[in-house]
């Protein structure tokens, strides 16, 4: 059976509740680290603590976070890291990974060739060969390998102390600083703003709570969806509208029934003149939403 575990009205899970429903029969906890709606940012070092102290195996799903703000596997106690190669640390699409802890035995779904010890007529046990079946996404793989070191260089690039940045995972370790500030700068910029426009509807954490720089609005009784067509038609603004593949947490903030809500992510290509632009464009469809 699968428990659920329901967030507060900004998307935080109370670790406390994760306690509560923890059995001796519970063999995973899975945690997504942010929200791919609203951005809420959970604290997974408490979160570890509460499971090292069960038998169940910590899974936390980095798609959201990785490459975007400093995670510490071993010292928050999980188990399983999963990630995208596409989001947070710049590589393409239909790439992504899993770091799985020494003594974790995960067992394959899948099996097939491998190009390892082809003489077996068995699937490989030994990792990673285990997980990986198939034909591999070589042009993924370079990609993300091209990502990395881009975004090592712009670590060297934009640090402004003198630490030694000699190493690929310090020079990055000073990249994801960066990066986060950034766009949790311009993040801040559109809240500020979005708060001050009639109709305007914001989801999720604001001011300084813990988030990464995921927004999600709705605009008056207006559609998501012709939001985003709006916004894409007329003002050349790049939004997702509608679900984003999550339905429990649309159900959770009450946006399910109006088939979700406008996600905006500015990124670290978002300059000033896209802000204003975001802005602008918004408060003109919340005054065509109060007069239609």
Known sequence: SVSRISADDV???????????????????VVNHASNVIGSLQDIQAIGRIVKDSPAIFVVDTCQTAGVVPIDMDGWGIDVLVFTGHKGLFGPMGIGGMIVREGVDIRHVKTGGTGVNSVSEFHP???????????????????????????????RDRSSDAADLSSHAAACQAALKHI???ENRTANQLLDAFHDIPGVIIYGPTG?????????INIGELPAEQVGTMLDADHQLCVRAGLHCAPVIHKDQGTLERNGTVRIAPGFFTDDEDVEQAIKAVTEIAGFGASS
Do not use: C, M
């Open 208 to 216: 300084t709570q813990s988030r990464v720089a995921t927004l999600s």
């Open 125 to 155: 046990e030994e990792y990673p060969h285990r997980v990986e079946v198939g034909t591999p996404s070589i042009p993924g793989i370079a990609g993300l390998n091209a990502a990395q070191k881009w975004f090592a260089k712009l670590g």
């Open 11 to 29: 998307g935080y899970v109370d670790p406390e509740d994760i306690r509560k429903n923890i059995t001796d029969k519970t063999r995973v906890v």
């Open 180 to 182: 986060h500030q950034q």
